[in-house]
C-alpha cells in the first residue's frame, strides 16, 4: 500500500523559512570567503572555516525545517538522533573541503570542477542522510532518474557557489548570488523529495524508535540557527566587509602602494664664497670722495 505524502503540511511557511536559512548561510559564507581575499593579512584558515560552517549550517537547517512540513497521513514520523547530527557534521566538513580547495587554490577550472563535485556529493550525502534518520511504519523507496537529477542540482550549484565564494566581492553582488544558491539549494532539496515514495507495512504497530518532527528538529534547529545570527554579527561589526572596495579598499596593506610623502620643495643654495676676511662687495661703502673732488 502506498502511503499518502504531504510535503507542505504547514503550506508556505516551511518552504519560505527554508528559503531564507539557506540564503542567509550562502550570504554570511560568501562574505567570509571574501573577507580573506580583500586583506592577506587577515586569519584565512579562520575566515574560511567559519565560511564553511555558515553555508553548511545554511544548508542543513534549510533541509530540516523543510522537513518539519513532511508528513505520511497514514502514519507517524521518526527521527534519528544520530543521523541527523551526523547529516549537520556532513555538511559542514564537505562544504569547508570545497572552501578551502578554492581558498587556496583560486578559481582555476582543475579546482573548480573537483571542489563542486566533492562539495555537490557531500550535500547530496547530507541529504540522503538526513532522510535515513527518518522512521516511519514503511518503507521509503526512491526513483533512481530523479535522485541522478537531484544529486546533478547539487553539484552545479555548489560550483556556482564556490565560483561566487571567489569571483564575487562587492555587496550587492554577493545578495544576489547568495538568493540564487537558495533558489539552487532548495530546489535540489525538492527535486530530492518527489523521488520519495513511501510503501507502508502491512502492520500498523508502532515499532520504530526515534522522536518527532517537531520535539527533535526544532530544539535542534536552536542552534545552527543562533551560530548563524552570531555569525551575522561578526560580518556586520566587521569594517573590511562593510566598506567593500570602498573607502576601506580591497588591497591588503601588503598589496596596497607605498605612500607617498609631500615634501616641501628645496631651495638651491649656492656654494658659499671663501672667506678672505673681507665683507662682501654689495656690505662695502661706497669709497668716500678725495678733496679734489670738492668744489671751492
Not at 66 to 76: C, D, K, N, P, R
Not at 207 to 233: H, K, N
Request: neutral net charge.
Amino acid at each position: 500500500m502506498q502511503g499518502t505524502i504531504d510535503g507542505f503540511s504547514y503550506g508556505f511557511v516551511t518552504p519560505v523559512a527554508a528559503y531564507i536559512m539557506a540564503c542567509l548561510g550562502s550570504a554570511l559564507g560568501l562574505r567570509c570567503v571574501v573577507r580573506t581575499l580583500l586583506n592577506q593579512d587577515s586569519w584565512k584558515p579562520g575566515w574560511l572555516a567559519l565560511g564553511a560552517a555558515a553555508i553548511g549550517c545554511g544548508i542543513w537547517t534549510m533541509h530540516f525545517i523543510a522537513m518539519i512540513g513532511f508528513q505520511v497521513e497514514e502514519t507517524a514520523v521518526r527521527y534519528d538522533i544520530g543521523l541527523t547530527v551526523t547529516s549537520l557534521a556532513v555538511a559542514i566538513v564537505v562544504v569547508g573541503i570545497g572552501v578551502f580547495v578554492v581558498g587556496y587554490r583560486g578559481a582555476t577550472p582543475a579546482a573548480l570542477s573537483a571542489a563542486g563535485i566533492v562539495t555537490g556529493l557531500g550535500v547530496a550525502a547530507m541529504h540522503y542522510l538526513g532522510m535515513a534518520a527518518l522512521h516511519l511504519n514503511g518503507t521509503i523507496r526512491y526513483d533512481t532518474m530523479t535522485v541522478g537529477l537531484s544529486v546533478v542540482i547539487a553539484i552545479v550549484a555548489a560550483t556556482a557557489a564556490l565560483w561566487a565564494a571567489v569571483s564575487i566581492r562587492g555587496f550587492l553582488t554577493s545578495l544576489g548570488a547568495s538568493l540564487v544558491m537558495g533558489v539552487a539549494v532548495s530546489g535540489m532539496h525538492y527535486t530530492g523529495m518527489a523521488a520519495v515514495s513511501v510503501h507502508l507495512h502491512e502492520t500498523s504497530g508502532n515499532t520504530w524508535a526515534g522522536d518527532s518532527p517537531t520535539s527533535l528538529l526544532l530544539p535542534m534547529l536552536i542552534g545552527p540557527i543562533i551560530f548563524l545570527l552570531l555569525a551575522a554579527v561578526v560580518v556586520m561589526f566587521d569594517p573590511l566587509l562593510v566598506l567593500g572596495d570602498g573607502e576601506w579598499g580591497a588591497k591588503s596593506p601588503r598589496q596596497q602602494p607605498a605612500r607617498q610623502t609631500h615634501q616641501i620643495p628645496q631651495i638651491p643654495q649656492q656654494p658659499a664664497a671663501p672667506h678672505t676676511g673681507q665683507r662682501p662687495a654689495s656690505w662695502q661703502r661706497p669709497p668716500a670722495p678725495t678733496r679734489t673732488d670738492l668744489r671751492l
